[in-house]
């Protein structure tokens, strides 16, 4: 599916990066916009497929207009766009398709866009939910937007680059409901399979998680390393045997 996508940005260099970086993934920009009115306006006019949209703008910040889309544009998934990650529990609660932090780069952005055209398309696969306080609201998140599961100060906490909640489970009660999709990489953390992006080992310190959004890296343990590796080798093996069936 090729998306009309409306960038709205107070800033033309970020405007014009993010069109590059659209019309790269094969996609189309019908309309930009440099505050919020002016967003809100070519929204109506030009009824486009999804909204890039910057945080911080004059006249409406952005997750001003995507809560009020909520209502107005239902069908028009958000992707936010923003250099202040500090943002993010804010755009969650926004219920924005996905969260991207400047400067964009290629890959991050085709995921986002990814995930809008599954939306659009009705194609997004089932996955279990996860029921997460977020500061006072309680909110039924899907398994593949958390990264981890992180028990501390008698608590366990879902995490992920744009999320932040508490959940009312142990850590084994997270490996027993979801099973294969979540992994034990540390006494007190359990990794979403599909989160993980790679390993690495900084000189003189223990291997650590990376994860597809940019989260901060998780530490995995001695012990648990060696299953960690396997994780990976058969997710090697799964993806070359359907490469190969291809």
Do not use: N
């Not at 006494?187 to 599909?194: F, I, K, L």
Request: aromatic content about 4%; proline content about 4%; glycine content about 6%.
């Amino acid at each position: 599916m090729t998306l009309r996508i409306l960038i709205a940005d107070d800033e033309p260099l970020a405007r014009a990066r993010l069109r590059a970086l659209v019309e790269e993934l094969g996609h189309e920009v019908c309309a930009e916009a440099g505050d919020g009115t002016g967003a809100e306006q070519a929204l109506s006019r030009t009824q486009p497929d999804a909204v890039l949209l910057d945080i911080q703008m004059p006249d409406g910040d952005g997750l001003t207009l995507a809560q009020r889309m909520e209502t107005s544009h239902p069908d028009v998934p958000v992707v936010l766009v923003t250099a202040h990650a500090e943002h993010a529990v804010a755009a969650f609660d926004a219920a924005v398709a996905d969260y991207v932090l400047k400067p964009v780069r290629r890959e991050r952005l085709g995921k986002a866009l990814e995930k809008v055209v599954s939306l659009r398309s009705g194609e997004r696969k089932k996955v279990p939910l996860v029921r997460v306080t977020v500061g006072r609201k309680e909110r039924l998140v899907p398994l593949d937007e958390i990264d981890c599961f992180v028990a501390e100060d008698g608590y366990v906490v879902a995490r992920s680059a744009r999320l932040e909640g508490f959940v009312d489970m142990r850590l084994h009660e997270v490996e027993e409901r979801f099973g294969d999709s979540v992994l034990r990489v540390h006494r007190s953390c359990v990794a979403v399979t599909a989160a993980i992006a790679g390993l690495k080992k900084p000189v003189g310190a223990e291997q650590q998680l990376l994860f597809h959004d940019s989260f901060e890296g998780i530490t995995v343990s001695r012990r648990l390393a060696c299953r960690v590796r396997e994780h990976f080798e058969r997710a090697q093996r799964a993806g070359a045997k359907s490469m190969k069936q291809s």
